[in-house]
């Protein structure tokens, strides 16, 4: 026994360790994805390539092999949205994530008026997508758009999704303190595990979710519920105290590579005593 621990590397170890956490979290990044279903259809082809091989289906086997000639191409066209997203979330962990670029006042005020504004239009049920930009560039959605560049309000939000407003389709834009963009379309959410009752604009809510890092505030229409996507989940039906503190965990989660540790504490306890 004892010979056989000592056999044991402490690299193997850390070897072992690294590959079962990209293991876990390959895993974690496909769980209620289409991503499931292909892979299990992918472990159904292992299965059968070893049974042709076993008992010597050569027609079979060789149709497979064939196939398996080209697996990585064909892994990178099945999983492209899969893959696409966990690269943009290898480039966004904690330790790269900024805060806007913005001062710890700016954050509280984005923050503030965002809620007032969903707020209102919750009450009023008047549908609304609000996103707001961390840390992946969303110039590519915003292309379409109509510019804006105005600072953020409440009231500014209000006249944009009101029905009688020509830009109320679509979703604004929030890039640190200023509403860059009104009227954008988001895609859609490839998620087949959703339910049919929600609609297109919580559908395209999580499809930026699941593609970005983006926050995004949904506002329903038909029930004037407040809802958050973000990393490709949904949190639904929550109120405007709950909304803030979601908002600030998210916006204000760790201070810029630029800043020092102490700097870093100091402005998020700035933060949280103003909330």
């Given at each position: 026994m004892w010979e056989i621990l000592q056999a044991v590397r402490v690299r193997d170890i850390l070897d072992i360790a690294i590959v079962s956490f990209v293991l876990y979290r390959v895993l974690v990044m496909f769980k209620g994805t289409r991503a499931v279903q292909m892979l299990a259809g992918l472990g159904l082809l292992m299965v059968a390539a070893f049974v042709s091989r076993t008992f010597g289906l050569y027609t079979m086997n060789w149709i497979l092999e064939n196939f398996w000639a080209f697996w990585v191409l064909a892994l990178l066209v099945l999983f492209q949205p899969e893959l696409r997203r966990a690269l943009a979330q290898v480039g966004e962990g904690r330790l790269l994530r900024r805060v806007f670029g913005s001062s710890a006042e700016q954050v509280v005020q984005v923050i503030d008026e965002v809620v007032k504004g969903v707020e209102s239009l919750a009450a009023k049920r008047v549908g609304a997508l609000v996103v707001l930009e961390r840390t992946t560039p969303l110039r590519h959605y915003a292309e379409l758009g109509v510019p804006i560049d105005a600072v953020v309000s409440a009231e500014l939000l209000e006249t944009i999704f009101l029905p009688s407003s020509p830009i109320h389709d679509g979703a604004v834009f929030i890039q640190g303190d200023r509403l860059t963009v009104a009227g954008c379309f988001l895609p859609l959410s490839r998620n087949l595990q959703l339910a049919r009752t929600l609609g297109t604009r919580h559908r395209a809510a999580l499809g930026l979710a699941e593609e970005t890092d983006a926050v995004v505030v949904v506002v329903s229409e038909e029930?004037?519920?407040?809802?958050?996507?973000?990393?490709?989940?949904?949190?639904?039906?929550?109120?405007?105290?709950?909304?803030?503190?979601?908002?600030?965990?998210?916006?204000?989660?760790?201070?810029?590579?630029?800043?020092?540790?102490?700097?870093?504490?100091?402005?998020?306890?700035?933060?949280?005593?103003k909330l």
């Open positions: 029930t004037g519920r407040i809802s958050l996507a973000v990393e490709g989940r949904m949190d639904g039906r929550l109120d405007p105290p709950t909304l803030r503190r979601r908002l600030e965990d998210l916006l204000a989660e760790g201070p810029s590579p630029r800043t020092s540790f102490f700097e870093g504490v100091v402005r998020r306890l700035a933060l949280r005593e």
